[in-house]
């Protein structure tokens, strides 16, 4: 699977939108982008994902650049509960997928009233 | 739906005991289930893959024998960590793999203190 790199933290006043950078930029062509984040004491909780084509969900929007190198994660409108540790990461997906997810750093986002 | 439950959510035991961890996906079936571990502001740690019906497959470096893994049905995996020592606390997390959409769930995970 394809390495990510994030900024190890970020800092967001509430209400205002958050927007996560990561750099995938040894992407394959099959792989996909997914974000998952977690708060703490807690197991990972699945946001969102997407090849290529910009996504959104009830919890965020994914934003995945033309090149596939690099995408953004934005949560519209942060609150408190918001603050977590946001991972980023490539893999195939599908129904086949199969494989583990890896986890890198990811970005730890705090949300400040 | 797509619900992992872990039991215990905490366990303290003494050092040279055994601790089970139980995973469950409550609402979908999971032939591949992973553990992971995560030490106190680190990122999660693959141990193993678990199949149901067959052999765990454990990452490098992780003792197959201290870290006992068994899938008997498609919603249960089992962890056992067998003659726990201080260095085994950690945060245990389990997922899931939904055998019909291939997505991964987590859950709430399993602190371990051995004393």
């Known amino acids: 699977d394809a390495k990510t790199t994030q900024p190890p933290s970020m800092d967001c006043a509430e209400g205002r939108a958050a927007n996560l950078p990561c750099n995938h930029s040894t992407i394959s062509g099959n792989e996909y982008v997914y974000w998952y984040r977690q708060i703490h004491s807690q197991g990972p909780q699945y946001i969102i994902h997407g090849l290529k084509n910009n996504e959104t969900n009830e919890m965020a929007s994914l934003i995945i650049t033309e090149d596939r190198k690099s995408s953004t994660l934005i949560l519209p409108h942060a609150t408190l509960r918001d603050t977590a540790v946001y991972y980023c990461i490539v893999r195939v997906g599908g129904g086949n997928a199969g494989n583990m997810l890896t986890f890198g750093g990811g970005t730890r986002l705090m949300v400040k009233p | 739906g797509a619900v992992v439950s872990q039991h215990p959510s905490r366990v303290i035991c003494k050092s040279g005991t055994s601790v089970k961890i139980e995973c469950r996906s409550l609402d979908f079936q999971a032939t591949t289930m992973f553990w992971y571990r995560q030490f106190p502001k680190k990122s999660l740690m693959l141990m193993a893959t678990?199949?149901?019906?067959?052999?765990?497959?454990?990452e490098q470096g992780v003792e197959k024998d201290k870290f006992l893994i068994n899938h008997a049905s498609l919603t249960l995996s089992t962890l056992t960590v067998t003659s726990a020592h201080p260095e085994d606390s950690s945060f245990y997390i389990c997922?899931?793999?939904?055998?019909?959409?291939?997505?991964?769930?987590f859950g709430p995970g399993t602190r371990l203190t051995v004393l």
């Open positions: 997922s899931a793999r939904w055998d019909v959409r291939g997505e991964q769930f």
């Open positions: 678990s199949n149901e019906g067959s052999k765990a497959t454990y």
